[in-house]
């Protein structure tokens, strides 16, 4: 039977946590049968997520409602840990059991156990070990010194003598894995999951035999639930990063545009597909004050979450220059966010391609300005499609842009599509790269569907092309369509 209520608080904490991450209840299952729930009443149906572990099959974890399937991974890690918990609890009572003849050291290691368990935020938990470690062997004095492989973290009770020789011989402890017995201080390394982390050191006299073996019980039992609170960390660690990497996910779903907008002969497809959860492609739909329609495509450098917020950061100038200061033309936006974001781009080591094209419905023609962005593929009915190179610098490689307006005729049946470089710089499992020949093929051959089917068929082709291999950068593609007249 898993005695749950001995970690009810964490129990607690744990199933809070998923009711506001927005599930409606989550539960424990013992083979079936309920250990606790959160609401105690729960919905009728079936729970849409469940867990079990490897190490205690018995365990199921449950939860319903208002949960993404991608958070299973979430519910496994909990899992996981409910069941190191409990399993720990076993072994510690099987590990008591077995040394019922050593009085002594039996309620040692019990009272140790018991004295340790609520510790499992690494501070309490250090702290705990040091004053326990002390009252086990009934000394003046107990240390333990912790490497979590960034810090080595030092806990100590009140009346321990520090010195740097001291110090000295317990960071040699720990390097060779071996005990030391200096002065009246006694050195004792410990493994946290099979690597030498730890230092348990007592002061107060001269240490014998029956004192070592003591020591050691006392040291394994530390270790054992030093690595429980290494993984409690690290799954909280994991659960916050993974949180806060969904909220920037719906943040930046949130400033890029939901839809396409309505304008009048043209039809017009835009979506994004980050190589992680967020990243720093970039795409934007604005009309100008004289009603032209403005379409962006731009791709920072780097991904992830730093790429994410140049991008937004890009996003802002850029919608302050059209709605503040009536710019309208491609080329001198350019040259405005050039300008305006030199400084601060150059300090923290980005840039960005941009791409700008301007649409008046009522004309025949598109204009363009181009900021080292790549691929661009433009064609026109009766002609091949071609690359559209650029004649300016990427926004923050100089403080100015020297990117020009370009006219080219848009007429019905001519198509421009702007992709970011995650389509030409696919590759294969075979190490070929997907290349600029194969876009304009696709340009040519979607050139009579719609704007969304031929989306469909760069995505399609990209990802068919690298197989299983995953994707390597941010696919952002935006395809504009003048249509007849009807």
């Known amino acids: 039977m898993i005695r749950w209520k001995h970690f009810r608080a964490e129990i607690d904490t744990l199933a809070r946590a998923w009711l506001d991450a927005g599930a409606s209840a989550f539960a424990l299952c013992e083979d079936d049968q309920l250990l606790m ?40 890690a909990d899992a996981h840990l409910l069941a190191a918990l409990f399993t720990q609890d076993r072994e510690v009572d099987s590990v008591t059991a077995a040394l019922v003849e050593h009085q002594d050291q ?5 009272d140790l156990q018991h004295t340790l368990r609520p510790h499992l935020k690494l501070e309490a938990a250090l702290s705990a070990i040091a004053d326990a470690a002390r009252q086990m062997l009934q000394v003046g004095a107990a240390a333990i010194l912790f490497n979590d492989g960034k810090t080595l973290h030092r806990f100590h009770t009140a009346a321990y003598e520090y010195s740097a020789v001291l110090e000295s011989v317990a960071l040699q402890t720990l390097e060779r894995g071996t005990h030391e017995q200096y002065a009246a201080t006694f050195c004792l390394p410990m493994q946290i ?21 003591l020591m050691t019980a006392v040291a394994e039992q530390a270790a054992a639930h030093l690595e429980t609170v290494v993984f409690y960390r690290e799954t909280l660690e994991r659960e916050r990063a993974d949180r806060e990497m969904e909220l920037a996910r719906q943040v930046q779903s949130y400033l890029l545009p939901r839809r396409a907008p309505t304008v009048r002969g043209l ?31 731009g791709d920072v450098s780097g991904k992830g979450v730093p790429a994410a917020m140049i991008m ?40 960005a ?38 004649d300016g610098l990427p926004v923050g490689a100089l403080p100015s842009n020297f990117c020009e307006d370009h006219t080219l005729p848009f007429v019905p049946g001519c198509s421009l599509v702007i992709a970011t470089d995650g389509f030409s710089e696919t590759f294969a499992p075979s190490g070929e790269i997907f290349g600029y020949d194969r876009l304009l093929h696709l340009t040519e051959k979607t050139a009579a569907v719609s704007a969304q089917d031929s989306a469909a068929a760069f995505f399609g082709a990209v990802r068919y092309f690298r197989d299983q ?16 007249a009807e």
């Not at 149906?45 to 958070?71: D, F, I």
């Not at 039996?106 to 019990?110: K, V």
Request: charged share 15%; net charge negative; with cysteine.
């Open 353 to 390: 391609t941009l791409f700008i094209a301007r649409v008046d419905p009522d004309c025949p023609e598109i204009t363009i300005a181009n900021a080292g962005h790549s691929p661009v593929l433009y064609h026109a009915p009766g002609a091949s499609a071609q690359l559209l190179e650029a």
């Open 106 to 110: 039996l309620l040692t290691l019990y």
């Open 312 to 351: 937004s950061m890009l996003r802002s100038a850029l919608r302050s220059a059209v709605d503040a200061l009536k710019l309208s033309s491609p080329s001198a936006l350019i040259e405005h966010l050039s300008n305006t974001l030199y400084d601060d781009f150059t300090e923290i080591g980005v840039f």
């Open 193 to 213: 999951r099979g690597e030498l982390r730890a230092v348990l050191l007592w002061q107060g006299r001269i240490f014998n035999s029956p004192d070592i073996k």
């Open 37 to 76: 729930s959160l609401p105690r009443t729960l919905p009728a149906e079936n729970p849409g997520l469940t867990a079990t572990a490897s190490t205690l099959p018995a365990l199921k974890a449950l939860v319903w409602g208002g949960v993404a399937p991608g958070q299973a991974a979430h519910l496994q």
């Open 267 to 297: 039809d017009i497809f835009a979506s994004s597909i980050p190589a992680l959860s967020v990243g720093g492609d970039y795409y934007d739909f604005l009309q100008s004050a004289c009603g032209n329609q403005l379409f962006v495509v």
């Open 469 to 484: 291999r995953p994707q390597d950068d941010d696919q952002t593609l935006m395809i504009i369509k003048r249509m007849s």
